[in-house]
């Protein structure tokens, strides 16, 4: 709308214009308050029956909550006024007007169960607490794109449908492409290795994969946002390095930027930057520490896959982000090259919170045979995936690199139970739509 002034713009003594929703009706007889949100925040508007047209007292008491309201007035100083600030219309137009009855409280007086907000997203959205969460999200995005600048990196994007997994098994969605099996991308790693090999060198990509995994869990999603990392000439103790920065800078760029989303959600007051180096533990020290903590009811042993339980007896343990090096080669993907030195290590990492892994990377087989032989190893067939080996006989360079889980990153640095509150429309084995629940 021409001339509009947003809430937190509008100062003692401005005629202004503003729009937005309102948020709250206050009638205390014979004087009435009006709260009316937009992005930036709230902003109190005053009616008075003695003061003011019969009609705009009537149209400013009779909007309903979450309506679509245009207002012009004059601003004054009031200190009772949430903002400090109030207006005095001279108009008011409801632009939308919505139902009396809604699905949820947008204002959070009256709670609603996650499936009632998931099914209402939009609804749910303009509570302030939720705002917050998404608010925050976009930063982390914004601040991890600045440190892939800060490493010299170039944006790429990579298909969504493929012909073959990354990775095969049936973790797969299949689409029907013109008449032809395809399948919804597990991930870009087939392709941002191919990126480093093309002259490139350093890439990244922030985007959507999709596994079809029958998790029912509050921290697994079948469509996810990865924030990918690759780069040619990097080993693995580099990609590590990458990584940290990486994460570190995200929460900087939060501390900076989202101060007043921080306060919405209580977290002003402890949310810290990490500073120090994140521990680097291997795997065999890994299964040793979390057998020690006697958490789990049956020790692990060497190739074992570390379960929920024992990663979060080790994060407790640890008390901070921190990487799990040196995993066995037998359960690590085809492409994560082993160790020169023994072939029963791989030189692939995960890097963990204290309540959940958050990244998987490594160091990249980058000689052909190498890599064929890791494909038959693993039940797969290296005809399918040509496209991708082939391009190895032509100068593939050492790299290395790493996939960040977004909405984990996002759950972990807020504290959220769910990673369903991380993400606008969750794609799970219940849900296809905001509002449509499956049966399995």
């Known amino acids: 709308m021409d001339g509009r002034t947003l809430a937190s713009a509008v100062g003692p003594g401005d005629t202004v214009t503003v729009a937005g929703w309102v948020h709250e009706i206050r009638d205390l007889g014979g004087i009435a308050f009006v709260i009316i949100r937009d992005r930036s925040g709230k902003i109190q508007v005053k009616f008075e029956e003695d003061e003011m047209e019969a009609d705009l007292v009537e149209r400013g008491l009779g909007v309903t909550r979450e309506s679509v309201v245009r207002v012009e007035g004059e601003a004054f100083e009031e200190p009772r006024a949430p903002t400090n600030v109030e207006i005095v219309p001279s108009e008011l137009e409801t632009v939308a007007p919505a139902e009396p009855e809604l699905p949820l409280d947008p204002s959070g007086k009256v709670d609603a169960e996650l499936p009632t907000r998931l099914d209402n997203r939009t609804l749910d959205l303009r509570k302030d607490e939720v705002h917050a969460v998404f608010q925050i999200r976009a930063t982390i995005l914004s601040s991890a794109r600045a440190a892939f600048d800060d490493l010299g990196c170039t944006e790429i994007n990579t298909p969504k449908i493929v012909a073959t997994g990354t990775e095969g098994g049936t973790e797969l969605f299949p689409i029907t492409y013109f008449g032809e099996e395809a399948f919804m991308n597990q991930s870009p790693q087939l392709f941002k290795q191919l990126m480093v090999g093309s002259g490139l060198e350093r890439v990244f990509e922030i985007g959507p994969i999709f596994r079809a995994e029958e998790h029912n869990t509050p921290r697994h999603l079948n469509e996810a946002t990865s924030i990918d990392f690759e780069s040619a000439f990097y080993d693995h103790t580099e990609a590590m390095d990458a990584c940290e920065h990486v994460i570190k800078r995200a929460y900087a760029g939060v501390k900076e930027s989202c101060h007043q989303e921080l306060e919405t959600l209580g977290l002003a007051e402890d ?170």
């Not at 680097?280 to 060497?302: H, P």
């Open 271 to 440: 949310f810290t930057v990490p500073t120090d180096e994140f521990p680097r533990i291997t795997y065999q020290e890994a299964i040793e520490r979390i057998n020690a903590t006697g958490e789990l009811e049956a020790q692990l042993v060497w190739g074992d896959d570390l379960p929920t339980e024992g990663e979060r007896a080790l994060g407790s343990d640890v008390d901070s982000h921190y990487f799990i090096t040196d995993w066995p080669s037998e359960i690590k993907p085809f492409y994560i090259k082993d160790h020169n030195d023994d072939s029963t290590l791989s030189t692939g990492f995960d890097m963990l919170h204290p309540r959940m892994e958050l990244v998987s990377g490594g160091q990249r087989e980058h000689r052909y045979e190498h890599l064929v032989a890791g494909f038959e190893a693993q039940g797969l067939n290296p005809d399918q995936f040509e496209y991708y080996t082939k391009m190895f006989k032509y100068g593939m360079p050492p790299h290395a690199g790493w996939a960040i889980g977004g909405e984990r990153l996002l759950m972990t640095m807020l504290g959220l139970d769910n990673i369903r509150e991380a993400v606008l429309f969750p794609r799970d084995r219940q849900r296809l739509s905001p509002w449509t629940h499956r049966n399995t």
